[in-house]
């Protein structure tokens, strides 16, 4: 059909065949080999399909290189609830287990919320470089063990970590692949809400340390745009933010010519 327009040009770049969105004349490519082929008059020939079968081969497979997600939020955003819903939707995420030195509260188990640690030892921890990545929040220290990040990731299981932004920044640097989610109050008011909530749930009405998780957040909130998604917790709809991180996590294991990971 002569003069018909189609959204996508096919261009050289360099050695590669590269797909260039644009509109060009269907009158000017040449002859159709079939309903799906298009072959060129001027003798172009596309590059070899190993690289993107190998690409495809992988993906079909099951095979493809596992993929680092960072998951930040200002405290009282409900990152626990979170994760545990992530939990609950077996999607095949590793999420590792942070190392702190605060105190476990009531319903926190060692080894599943936090792996809960002394300060000489997580001194210790981080001095032997055992850290992938850790920070100092509320003044408690808060870190990432190296060790079971590597094993997941070796063993093609993509990692999902919960950590403060001066982590993720971390993580930034070291690992530039890794892909950063940020969920956030749908307010400040909001967060307030929750966090005035929180404190009369665990019977310490500190007012005070409120005002000071208030300034944290504000903090936190102007790193919103290094980050490569955001996810609004809205009160209530735990479930729907819940399958807003999962569709990040499926869609992000879909991506051609992710940065690999290595840590």
């Known amino acids: 059909m002569v003069g018909d327009r189609v959204p996508l040009r096919l261009v050289r770049s360099g050695s590669s065949l590269a797909c260039q969105l644009g509109r060009i004349d269907r009158g000017k490519i040449g002859a159709m080999d079939g309903p799906d082929t298009v072959r060129d008059t001027d003798g172009f020939q596309p590059d070899s399909l190993a690289g993107p079968l190998e690409i495809l081969s992988r993906h079909s497979g099951g095979a493809a290189p596992a993929r680092m997600f960072v998951l930040s939020a200002p405290s009282g955003t409900g990152k626990d609830s979170v994760l545990a819903g992530l939990r609950r939707r077996n ?43 850790d920070a100092v929040y509320a003044g408690h220290g808060y870190g990432t063990r ?20 001066q982590g993720a920044a971390t993580v930034r640097l070291k690992v530039p692949g890794a892909v950063l989610i940020f969920l956030a109050p749908a ?33 936190e909130l102007a790193c919103l745009p290094g980050y490569d998604y ?9 479930e729907e933010t819940v399958r807003q991180i999962e569709a990040i996590i499926l869609s992000e294991r879909t991506r051609i010519g992710a940065v690999p990971i290595r840590v």
Do not use: W
């Open 187 to 219: 307010s400040l008011d909001d967060l307030r809400e929750r966090l005035e909530c929180a404190a009369v749930e665990r019977g310490v009405a500190d007012q005070a340390d409120i005002e000071r998780r208030l300034v944290e957040a504000r903090r």
């Open 230 to 238: 955001l996810v609004v917790n809205h009160m209530h709809r735990l």
């Open 91 to 133: 999607i095949d995420l590793h999420i590792a287990v942070a190392c702190t030195t605060r105190q476990p509260r009531p319903n926190e188990v060692d080894g599943v919320d936090y792996h809960f640690v002394g300060r000489e030892e997580f001194a210790e921890i981080r001095g032997s470089g055992e850290f992938l990545e």
């Open 146 to 165: 190296l060790g079971p990040v590597r094993e997941a990731l070796n063993a093609s299981r993509d990692v999902l970590l919960k950590i403060e932004v």
